[in-house]
């Protein structure tokens, strides 16, 4: 695996392997690795014959400077792990790297969409996200981008940020491939932020995935949105210690709330805070 730290450095070695026919497909984090980040990884191989990963720590995308140092970094720990599962570059650029002369300019805006449930508890954390996506691509200009499904509002904003720029043929076209959510033995969905929970806290946080289960099992005994809606809310009531921030049904096209008599796959939406820790999750409901 190459380390690289400068967007020269890694724009040469992509445009080699492209020169010569071949696919690269990009993995971005913000390190913590885990084996949720691994799957990613493992799918971009199948479809490439470069794997680039980037560990970047937007600070554009963060809405509190408090969240921001505390999230968790260890690039030591991280670029070996990511080296075992066979990335073949490995982006790691400073802050100044990816904003030089310290222009933190949001060049990417996501809309009214942007701005419910994640956005509206965090407010221009996709406006941040997408700015920085949005460069990272013009960057590595991979042929293939590889995103986990557990931050679906994000993925669908980074797909129709695509819709509006593949035309403009300022880059290639790029591909998003949707990666599964991986979950532990017990159902949570990984992410890096579970390493600030305690024992006990990793137990309250599987309120999220029973809450989506019940809503699941509600709609397959025949009950509408309503119905399922109300049997994951009763799991927070019954927690009480996972305070929810919000729960949506919503349909996967458009990220807008479905209706009573909704026919078809809706995904349930769900965020709440266990202890200090924000989680999401998500899952699709046929009605």
Do not use: C, W
Not at 40 to 64: C, E, G, R, W
Not at 82 to 110: C, H, R, S
Not at 252 to 268: D, S, V, W, Y
């Amino acid at each position: 695996m190459k380390v690289v730290r400068t967007v020269a450095d890694v724009a040469l070695l992509v445009s080699r392997t492209k020169i010569s026919g071949k696919k690269v497909a990009f993995v971005p984090t913000m390190g913590a690795i885990h084996e949720g980040h691994l799957s990613l990884i493992a799918i971009a191989k199948q479809h490439s014959d470069l794997v680039v990963a980037s560990i970047f720590v937007n600070p554009l995308q963060f809405t509190s400077t408090a969240d921001f140092e505390l999230y968790p970094r260890n690039e030591d720990l991280d670029a070996k792990a990511l080296n075992k599962a066979g990335v073949d570059v490995l982006f790691l650029p400073t802050v100044d790297e990816i904003y030089p002369d310290a222009n933190y300019a949001i060049t990417q805006k996501a809309g009214e969409v942007g701005q419910a449930y994640e956005g509206d508890s965090r407010p221009g954390h996709f406006d941040g996200m997408l700015t920085v996506v949005s460069k990272l691509f013009d960057i590595v200009q991979p042929d293939f981008a590889v995103f986990g499904a557990k931050d679906a509002q994000q993925l669908y904003l980074i797909r129709q940020m695509l819709l509006a720029q593949n035309p403009l043929g300022t880059r290639d076209p790029i591909e998003i491939i949707e990666a599964p959510t991986v979950r532990d033995a017990k159902g949570l969905a990984l992410s890096s932020r579970n390493k600030r929970l305690s024992k006990s806290q990793l137990e309250l946080a599987l309120t999220l995935p029973n809450a989506l289960n019940e809503a699941s099992l509600a709609a397959t005994r025949g009950g509408g949105p309503s119905g399922a809606y109300f049997s994951a809310s009763s799991v927070f009531t019954a927690s009480g210690e996972a305070k929810l921030d919000y729960l949506a049904l919503v349909n996967p096209a458009t990220f807008q709330a479905i209706e009573e008599g909704f026919t078809g796959q809706a995904l349930m939406i769900v965020a709440a805070t266990v202890g200090d820790v924000r989680l999401i999750d998500n899952r699709l409901i046929t009605f």
